[in-house]
């Protein structure tokens, strides 16, 4: 007998959420993440002391550590994704919840459901670092352009865990997707902008920065946030599906 998609629902996200609040590797993860952009926020809140700050230089300043900041959300989404193929916890989910195509797209809602909070509290964390050190010699910040560019950065940090989630499925294992992952933000994107250019703006990273930067007179600002937004979700809903579809297709 078949089931109907709004009674399936509610029963696996509540499984899914719970598998993903009851993992201490998650938990560790986000709390090392909000610590280090503490201390990056502070690092580079103190040599914006050093200079003039206006209000966009507080925005700039207090999401500075993003570059870095990602990382924590590439291992979170890592982590959810390939955390049932140790041990062979996949076989009991499967066994349990056999539409596999369906409980992937839940998996991803769970996590998008974690993630979205947890990454503007920690983007923003950043942000009011700045503004309290800053805020004697700062321009006032106007409160719809901070929270434009907070819900941009939430955004963004949001759609990489969900794209590092679909690599994570697609490879089944935590280090080499931890590898492809982190080589790719850290070593070949930045590469890329050097070697290029005429695409660099299209790689899901670049376009994830304009997501939530300021506009300003640089040159590279070459695309405007809903284009960043787009062009990021598409590189996540490709991954996304190609993951679901893998999923459906191969063993466990």
């Known amino acids: 007998m078949s089931v109907s998609s709004s009674r399936k629902i509610t029963p696996i996200l509540g499984a899914e959420l719970d598998k993903l609040v009851t ?24 040599v914006g002391l050093q200079g003039a700050a206006g209000t966009q230089s507080i925005l700039n300043i207090g999401l500075a550590s993003m570059g870095y900041l990602h990382a924590g ?33 839940t998996k991803y809602l769970a996590l998008a459901i974690i993630t979205i909070p947890v990454a503007f509290i920690i983007a923003a964390s950043g942000v009011l670092y700045a503004f309290i050190m800053l805020r004697d010699t700062a321009a006032v910040i106007r409160v719809d352009t901070m929270i434009v560019t907070l819900v941009g950065a939430t955004g963004y940090l949001t759609l990489t865990t969900l794209l590092s989630a679909a690599i ?38 670049t376009a994830g920065y304009y997501m939530y930067m300021p506009p300003s007179s640089d040159e590279l600002n070459v695309l405007t946030p809903m284009q960043g937004t787009g062009i990021s979700m598409l590189w996540t809903l490709i991954f996304v599906t190609a993951a679901i579809v893998f999923y459906r297709k191969r063993d466990a």
């Open 23 to 46: 993992l201490p590797l998650i938990w560790l993860t986000l709390m090392g993440t909000f610590i280090v952009n503490l201390v990056l926020a502070a690092a580079f809140t103190s």
């Open 73 to 105: 959300f590439i291992i979170l989404g890592i982590l959810a994704a390939c955390s049932e193929y140790t041990g062979g916890q996949i076989r009991t989910t499967l066994t349990t919840i056999p539409w596999r195509g369906f409980q992937l797209s």
């Open 168 to 205: 994570g499925a697609l490879l089944r294992r935590t280090t080499p997707a931890l590898v492809v992952l982190l080589g790719y933000y850290y070593v070949v994107s930045p590469l890329s902008r050097d070697f290029l250019p005429s695409i660099k703006n299209y790689f899901p990273d």
